[in-house]
Structure formats: C-alpha cells, structure tokens
C-alpha cells in the first residue's frame, strides 16, 4: 500500500477544522500504510508549559482515536519519542538554504515583531522535511498553509538524490478538494479560518467543549440583517459557514438545507446547529473518555513508536551511509 504521513501539533484544543481533516484520516486507513504523528518537538518552537505540552500530547493521541482512526490500521506515535526525526533533520540541515529557509511564509508571520526569533523557528521546515522523508512517504495531506514546506521537503530529497542517488522517496502533496461546504472559518469573523490560536474562545468549537460553550459559541455566530438562508461566500460568509458546518456533521448537502429552512429565521437555524454538532462530538468525548480512563493509549504509542522506530532508522541508515557515517 501507499504510505501517508501527517503530524499535528499538540498546542491548542483540536477545533472543527482540523476535526473535518482528521475524519478524512479515517477514510485513508483502509487502503493506505498511514502513520500519524503528534508533532511534538515541532511545538516548542514557541515557548510552551511544559505539564500542558505532556497532557495535550497524550489527549490528542486519545482523540485521534476517538474519531475512528484503528491502532491496527495505523501508526499511531509520538514525534520526541523517535530519535531519528532529529538526527535526519540535521543532516538535511547540510542540504538545505538560509535563502529558502527565509522565503517561508509561516517563519515570516511567526517571527514578525519579535525581539528574539529561535533558530528552532527558522528551520522548523527542515524538521518537518525529516518527519515526511523518515518514513518513504508517498501522500502527505496538506492544505495551503503547509503547501510550501511540502515543496522545500520535495526540493531537499530531490536534492540530495541527485547528489548521492537515489536515497529518498519524493512526496506529493494530498490536497482535498475544497467543494462547496468543506471550509470551516471562524464563527466570530467568518472571513478567517477558524484557528486554534484565536483569543476569543466563541470563535472556534473544539472537540472537548462543553455542550453548554457549544451552544453559546454557535448562537453568538456573526450572520447578517436580511434573514435568507442562503450559500454565497461573498454576501453571506457567516451564513454560508453555519451551513458548511451543519453539512459536515449532518451528511445533508447544502441545496438539501437552503430547502429545509426556506423561510426561516437564523434562530432556526442556529438552534438545530446546537442539536446536531453537540450530538456528534458527545459521541466523540465518551469515547475520549473511555481511551483516557482505561490507559490504552500509552499502549497504542508505545506499538506505534516501536514500529515508527523500524521503519525510521532502516532510512537513516541509508542516509547516513550515503553521506558517509558509520553505521556499525
């Protein structure tokens, strides 16, 4: 099978965003080698608690597996705990620019207006090319905002084949198309994408909110003054967001509820909203719960870790083989 790779970071509560992401994970792992990291060594590029960082790191794992995805399907581990994810990100540290490091846009947003910028920052893509190029991986799943880093790591391992031969699977990109309600954007400012990093705790739902956030969050959602239930991303972006959000957890396309509310009021609209994502992610939280309480997420990580360790230190050694380390 092909091999598909993609961390998340465990900083800041995982929002209906990223959820839609993570269900399409759920898809890929009946026909694809997947492995799935939490990207921990990726999140102290920003200073972090570390008693958050440990608590986060576990509940984003339990929710990886509260949403669906199978320990016996994937790979499921934890990016510190695989030493060669550092040890290849220096080495790929020798094949790669200060040039292109500092064309990357998210170095640019992360390091504006600050008096001390990390290194770990600057080249926090060269890590990321090691966590893709570790494992041979074919598909990594990205959206626009990592587009770029997914080009630098491709650009790295072309770069060191050419030089010493074939040695790195060249990744490409998964892009999921964006159809008509697929965007998830921020219930306060509808012309964002709903973010993890937004202050105001309204503007996002995340999946281990209360039913009673939930439902204040949804009704708060920025609309407009003319009352029609409607999909037009120019004119009604609130609108047209509430309805991506209902078809992401109802299954009913968007035409389906431009017809079901036909004449209605956003009070409506809104109300059922509440019903419909609060029963889902209820669902998700008991599961999270029962993963939690029992423990078996230590175990599913230390498998996961076991066989990312495999798989990584077999392209390590090839690496540094061919760069001319010993490796006995």
């Not at 309600?181 to 996002?204: C, F, Q, V, Y």
Request: neutral net charge; contains cysteine.
């Amino acid at each position: 099978m092909k091999r598909v790779f993609s961390g998340v970071q465990p900083t800041g509560q995982i929002h209906l965003g990223n959820y839609i992401t993570m269900k399409n994970f759920v898809k890929q792992q009946n026909d694809k080698d997947c492995l799935y990291c939490v990207v921990d060594m990726h999140s102290i590029t920003l200073p972090q608690d570390p008693e958050k960082l440990k608590k986060s790191t576990i509940e984003l794992a339990a929710l990886y597996m509260a949403i669906g995805l199978d320990p016996k399907k994937v790979t499921l581990f934890i990016q510190s705990q695989v030493p060669a994810h550092a040890e290849l990100a220096w080495i790929l540290n020798c094949f790669s620019y200060m040039g292109e490091l500092s064309r990357m846009t998210q170095f640019k947003d992360k390091s504006a207006g600050k008096d001390i910028v990390t290194t770990g920052l600057f080249t926090y893509p060269v890590l990321m090319a090691a966590d893709i190029l570790l494992y041979d991986t074919n598909f990594v799943p990205v959206g626009n905002d990592q587009k770029q880093h997914l080009e630098l790591a491709r650009d790295i391992a072309q770069r060191f084949n050419n030089r010493f031969g074939e040695t790195f699977v060249v990744p490409e990109p998964m892009i999921a198309k964006v159809e008509e309600g697929a965007r998830i954007m921020a219930l306060d400012d509808p012309t964002l994408k709903m973010s993890k990093s937004n202050p105001n705790e309204h503007s996002k739902i995340t999946l281990l909110d209360s039913p009673s956030l939930i439902k204040k969050s949804i009704m708060r959602a920025t609309t407009d003054s003319d009352m029609l239930i409607k999909y037009d991303l120019t004119n009604k972006p609130g609108v047209s967001n509430l309805l991506t959000i209902y078809s992401q957890f109802s299954g009913l396309s968007i035409a389906e509820l431009e017809a079901k509310y036909e004449g209605l009021g956003y009070g409506a609209l809104k109300k059922d909203l509440v019903v419909v994502v609060n029963d889902e992610i209820l669902k998700v939280q008991n599961e999270f719960n029962r993963i939690i309480d029992s423990g078996e997420v230590y175990e599913v990580l230390r498998e996961g870790r076991e066989r990312a360790q495999e798989i990584s230190n077999s392209v390590l050694n090839r690496v540094k083989d061919k760069v001319g380390f010993i490796t006995y």
